[in-house]
């Protein structure tokens, strides 16, 4: 089905790690979330990190992460909503997998993660015109580095995953080696 990997991405709680999980099983391929594999390197909570070592050294390693993840075997990896902020990542993304982008309008997350209290982004005075600014900046960055576009909407996650698991046999892309940009 596919010999690469296949990069989530889209804004916080959009779906990725869920959908992910759900997808690397049909696929039989192993899971991959970046967060946790930064959490893990780094050893405590990433909105600690965050606070103690500010955002610049968060991207830095999360780049690190990123391009260790979308290299070597096939795999599904979900990103962390912020990972296309870099054009590096971006790139590594686009050239190294099969990139979705799980698009989500801001009223949909905030239905989902509204009672979330592990998200700090959203721990603000206005979490939903925090998802708007969050939309309005990385949406034409997830687009950018996407294959395909996936509209959550109100789809359960095993039709989202059908949707994915069509995309990538309708294509090539999934069999092909990477074809980096030029």
């Known amino acids: 089905m596919t010999s690469r990997t296949v990069a989530l991405v889209g804004l916080p709680g959009s779906g990725k790690s869920t959908i992910g999980r759900q997808l690397a099983r049909r696929l039989g391929l192993p899971f991959f979330d970046s967060d946790a594999v930064i959490e893990q390197r ?12 500010g955002e610049g050294r968060f991207r830095d390693i999360e780049a690190e992460v990123i391009a260790e993840l979308a290299a070597g075997d096939a795999k599904v ?45 959203l721990q603000v005075d206005d979490p939903m015109q925090k998802l708007r600014d969050l939309h309005a900046q990385r949406d034409p960055l997830y687009a950018e580095t996407a294959h ?7 789809p359960s996650v095993a039709t989202l995953v059908n949707m994915i698991v069509m995309q990538l046999d309708m294509s090539d892309i999934g069999r092909s080696p990477p074809n980096p940009r030029t």
Do not use: M
């Not at 395909?148 to 109100?154: L, M, S, V």
């Open 77 to 121: 990896l979900s990103t962390g909503g912020g990972s296309v902020l870099r054009d590096e990542n971006r790139r590594v993304l686009h050239d190294h997998a099969v990139v979705v982008y799980l698009r989500s309008s801001p009223e949909e997350v905030f239905r989902r993660v509204r009672h979330d209290r592990n998200r700090p982004l």
């Open 42 to 53: 780094i050893g405590c909570p990433i909105k600690v990190f965050f606070e103690q070592q």
């Open 148 to 154: 395909f576009t996936i509209d959550t909407g109100r």
